[in-house]
């Protein structure tokens, strides 16, 4: 497909905004060369930017189709999510929205954000690799996001951000606010723009400003216009709009409609009320020299930090609301000489030609071509590697059979209940894990083999020894009865031969050092693998926080993951809502006469007969050659059952 590099196409999510605007802005008055389209998602948005004279389209439109599979330059502000099939092989040319001093994208490891990151990663990485092309504003900023979003030096653009270097008015509402809120020209105009709280983004307001009416009186003392600009994902909160209903005529309050760029006014501002936002650089490279930080004491409960905040910041300290009031009657200037600091240390890559240098580099790049390799994820239990008895809960019979016959004594009734003792015993220990995250303070749902036998131990009254022996017993019959599946074995053995990689994940309460035995004896090659258990990491497959930890671990720089496994729910519904790729194995079914024969008895040899004569048909499908090892060997030739019950030991 042959791409015009003179038809750029440009997004900033659901608003007309961000860099991505004021190089639209730009290019209008400076290059009438390139043809620019505002791609759009919703038709408000795309009217909007039609009333102001520019060319907008719709992304799933016949025409906004058109544009994708023609346009040369595909211009961003963030890595993004979603790319359309129609813009295979165009320049992506991410502007990004933002310098500052949190981890971000690839470096996020928690929150409500981690999901949706880890999956545009997962999807998208050949794209972020070969494709996009990222603005970076300085040396400390190059450094931070190359570490973060996982991008190559050779991608790299060094300028500065045209929202903060494009000189040319652009009006696109009414910016005289003051006139508006009936103020004086000589009010003062103070921006409040904190970030979100990944832990807590609802409610914010409430904290922040818990005494609204002593803040409007500080605000009308001191002639000050308070613009209250929240983030995106916080402007919805019920108490905000509380707030904002009640104090929309207020004077001296501005609620900021996020539909307007406020960078527009930038010039107008004379200090800013800031926390750890990228927004605070943003006003020192327009000049803004008044700061008020506002970290409001929650800083050790945000997000990871890069950087130290207070260091990387200037401006007065309030770290509860009277300190901010106290902070709002002063409005001290900053340090020349920290201002300095700070603009060097983050925008020391930024001038005047900033948007040329962007607009030349993506013109003369070409996207590249590499190849990146596939990671494949196997499950273990019943993938790679399975028992000879039916039921997984075989082996507790196993155990039973044990105690039945060993020198260690046992209460009466755990010696002719001990399946279903253990296996009570292990849902009480999950329900207690399910029930009990807020006492525990941490999010791991995954037990430990010990501790069902704590709560064994506990409940029947079961000494060290006894518990140990129990232990001991259930881990020799697991790695007794594991068995090799051959077939998905050969598969993982050819992906690793044409140069992929391969992890082994498992939901399982064994301890670890277990499974890589029973891998061991299925293929000592096994043993070799990367392997997370939930066990050892405290996250399941089931809750998808596992495939999180193994994305995170790995460092994830693959063109695609595959999983494979058997379960449905954890092996193909939750990897595939991260954008993983599933490819299931089918689940033998049993047939009446396997399952019958199955449940007659308890007794571990004869579960394990049950398994073998399954195992066997699957390979022997012929209804005579059924005949003959379903029921001519079990009950024309007795002592058969004996032979074969000694065999699958």
């Known amino acids: ?52 004279g520019y060319e907008a389209c719709l992304f799933d439109s016949t025409a ?9 330059v595909y211009v961003v502000e963030m890595c993004k999510e979603v790319f359309q099939p129609e813009l295979e092989g165009i320049t992506i040319l991410n502007l990004w929205h933002g310098v500052g001093c949190k981890s971000i994208e690839r470096k996020v490891t928690g929150g409500f954000l981690q999901e949706r990151i880890a999956k545009k990663y997962i999807r998208n990485n050949r794209i972020y690799k070969n494709a996009q092309l990222f603005l970076v504003t300085s040396e400390l900023m190059e450094k931070h996001f190359m570490e973060q979003c996982g991008i190559d030096e050779e991608l790299l653009i060094r300028a500065g951000y045209p929202r ?71 402007e919805k909160d019920t108490e905000y709009l509380q707030v904002k209903v009640q104090y929309e005529h207020c004077p001296n309050l501005l609620f900021w409609d996020n539909a307007n760029d406020i960078y527009e006014i930038f010039g107008d501002v004379d200090a800013a009320i800031i926390d750890y936002s990228s927004i605070f650089y943003d006003f020192m490279a327009r000049g803004v020299r008044k700061f008020i930080r506002y970290l409001n004491g929650d800083e050790e409960e945000l997000r990871d930090f890069v950087f130290d905040v207070k260091e990387m910041t200037c401006g007065e300290i309030a770290t509860n609301f009277e300190q901010l009031l106290q902070a709002l009657q002063t409005l001290t200037e ?9 603009n060097h240390l983050f925008w020391s890559y930024s001038n005047e030609n900033a948007c040329e240098i962007i607009i030349e580099r993506a013109l003369q790049f070409t996207p590249l071509m590499r190849q990146l390799p596939t990671l494949y994820s196997f499950d273990i239990f019943d993938t790679l590697i399975s028992r000879k008895c039916l039921y997984p809960t075989t082996i507790f019979s196993y155990v039973q059979s044990k105690m039945c016959t060993g020198t260690v004594d046992f209460p009466p009734y755990l010696l002719t209940n001990y399946s279903d003792v253990r296996q009570q015993c292990e849902q009480n220990v999950r329900e207690y894990y399910k029930k009990s995250v807020l ?10 083999f010990e501790e069902i036998f704590d709560h064994m131990a506990a409940l029947y009254g079961l000494d060290d020894m006894q518990k140990d022996q129990l232990m001991q017993w259930e881990i020799e019959g697991e790695l007794e009865a594991g068995i090799p599946l051959v077939p998905q074995i050969a598969l993982l053995k050819k992906y690793i031969a044409e140069g992929n990689d391969v992890v082994l994940i498992s939901d399982m309460y064994l301890p670890k050092e277990v499974i890589v035995k029973l891998l061991q004896k299925a293929d ?21 926080k596992l495939f999180l930890h193994v ?65 066997f048909r699957l390979t022997h499908p012929a209804p005579e050659e059924q005949f003959a090892y379903c029921y001519a060997a079990l009950y024309l030739v007795p002592y058969v059952v004996h032979a074969v019950s000694h065999a699958v030991k």
């Open 164 to 234: 903060c270097t494009v000189t040319d008015p652009v009006c696109t509402y009414p910016h005289d606010i003051r006139a508006i809120k009936g103020l004086s020209d000589d009010a003062r105009i103070v921006v409040y723009a904190p970030t979100y709280r990944d832990y807590a983004k609802e409610n914010f307001i409430k904290a922040a400003i818990p005494d609204m009416d002593r803040l409007t009186q500080v605000l009308q003392g001191e002639n000050i216009l308070l613009v209250l600009k929240m983030h995106p994902l916080v």
């Open 64 to 72: 906004g189709k058109t544009i994708m599979k023609e346009a040369g």
């Open 334 to 342: 900053s340090p020349a000489e920290e201002l300095d600091r700070l």
């Open 524 to 544: 000592p090659l096994l043993a070799t693998l990367p392997l997370y258990v939930s066990s050892e990491v405290g996250h399941q497959k089931t809750t998808r």
């Open 551 to 615: 994305y995170s671990d790995l460092d994830y720089c693959y063109e695609k993951w595959i999983h494979i496994g058997d379960n449905r729910f954890a092996d193909q519904v939750q990897p595939e809502m991260l954008g993983i790729q599933t490819a299931p194995i089918p689940v033998p079914e049993w047939t009446p006469y396997e399952k019958r024969l199955a449940d007659y008895s308890s007794h571990y040899e004869f579960r394990c007969v049950a398994k073998q004569i399954q195992s």
């Open 1 to 52: 497909m042959t791409r015009n590099k003179h038809i750029w196409i440009f997004n900033a999510g659901n608003s007309y905004s961000g860099n991505p605007k004021w190089l639209f802005e730009y290019i209008r008055r400076h290059h009438p060369d390139i043809r620019t389209v505002w791609m759009c998602y919703h038709k408000d948005v795309r009217n909007y930017v039609k009333r102001l």
């Open 439 to 448: 006492l525990r303070n941490d999010d791991h749902f995954e037990i430990q």
